[in-house]
């Protein structure tokens, strides 16, 4: 199941998504106990990768202008979204004859496959 996720207001149909933390795991003893608690903590260089389809050339130009900047990404998990560096994209048109998923664009735009990788600014 695909959810819609915005790259700087440009619609991708995400259906992959990865998160390579850089983060530092905590111990924190309790006083009193034999128990550990374990927090992580992450670093504002942590990874994601999220792979989607993009649909019309409007919106594969738009998203590839998004390569080295800084934009904001809002998705299903921070629907207020944040700030990412878009560090690699990589996009393939994938054979199709119609699209029915974006109804305000024609069913004979093509389709394109992406994967995205950015950084938690």
Known sequence: MTS???LDGQDIYVDTFNDL??????????????ASIYHKLFNADDELQFQ???????????IFSTHL???????DLVPSGFTVLVMNIQMVRT???????????AVTVPVF?????????
């Open 95 to 105: 054979p199709s004859m119609s699209q029915f998923v974006d109804r305000a664009q």
């Open 21 to 34: 933390p850089h983060g530092e795991a905590v111990e924190l003893n309790p006083l009193n106990s034999t």
């Open 69 to 75: 900047n800084e934009v904001t990404l809002i998705s």
């Open 52 to 62: 989607g389809t993009i649909i019309g050339e409007t919106y594969k130009d738009n």
């Open 4 to 6: 819609i996720w915005k």
């Open 113 to 121: 496959r992406a994967n995205i990788t950015a950084r938690v600014v």
